[in-house]
């Protein structure tokens, strides 16, 4: 009878623990959900931004082309990583503004490729690139996605020692990325170069 006694009392606490480490779990899960946003831009271009980078809507205008701008900023483990969501509006077509933006490429890049993506249905381009740093060297990726007149661009950078990190944030928010909308044309790629070194 003792020896059930104790049999009882161990099962209530063992599944006392159970109940309390899935609660805590589950917590756990809710919390990092909430402090990652999802950004919603012109209801056509969704974005998933992790809990460990901060974003900030800013006021950046050049001309009018840059209709929207979120400035972005790693922390913990993202700490390194600096960079920028944008949409464009574009009045001409994005072959002229292609050729103009290669015209304007500084001697300090190198290693310039770029490679089309699709992800999610999405087809755009990735342009990946180094730029020459008097204490380091910085890595960047963009990926760039055109529907009707708009250009969606996320562009991130880090110094060149910390690109893996940079790959693994860049991956994590790419996958995220969904358009919604008409498909491109044909679904035809989209180039795109860099528009601001």
């Known amino acids: 009878m003792i020896k059930?006694?104790?049999?009882?009392?161990?099962?209530?606490?063992?599944?006392?623990?159970?109940?309390?480490?899935?609660?805590?779990?589950?917590?756990i899960s809710i919390t990092k959900a909430e402090q990652s946003a999802l950004l919603n831009l012109n209801n056509?271009?969704?974005i998933k931004i992790p809990?460990?980078?901060n974003y900030k809507k800013e006021n950046y205008v050049i001309g009018n082309e840059i209709t929207q701008h979120f400035a972005l900023s790693g922390k913990d483990?993202?700490?390194?990583?600096?960079?920028?969501?944008?949409?464009?509006?574009?009045?001409?077509?994005?072959?002229?503004?292609?050729?103009q933006s290669e015209s304007n490429i500084s001697a300090a890049v190198y290693d310039y490729e770029k490679k089309p993506v699709l992800q999610n249905g999405s087809t755009g381009f990735e342009i990946?690139?180094?730029?020459?740093?008097d204490?380091?060297?910085?890595?960047?990726?963009?990926?760039?996605?055109q529907k009707g007149n708009s250009m969606y661009i996320l562009s991130l950078s880090s110094p060149l020692r910390d690109s893996n990190i940079l790959k693994k944030a860049n991956n994590e928010l790419i996958n995220s990325v969904t358009l919604t909308g008409e498909s491109l044309?044909?679904?035809?790629l989209t180039e795109y170069c860099i528009h601001c070194i």
């Open 185 to 188: 044309p044909s679904g035809k």
């Open 44 to 46: 056509v271009f969704t």
């Open 128 to 133: 990946n690139f180094k730029i020459k740093g």
């Open 51 to 53: 809990e460990n980078i």
């Open 77 to 99: 483990e993202y700490s390194k990583i600096s960079g920028y969501i944008q949409v464009w509006q574009l009045t001409y077509p994005i072959e002229d503004y292609i050729k």
């Open 4 to 27: 059930f006694k104790h049999q009882k009392k161990f099962f209530i606490i063992f599944i006392s623990l159970v109940l309390f480490a899935v609660v805590t779990c589950g917590l």
């Open 135 to 145: 204490k380091f060297d910085t890595q960047v990726i963009q990926t760039l996605w």
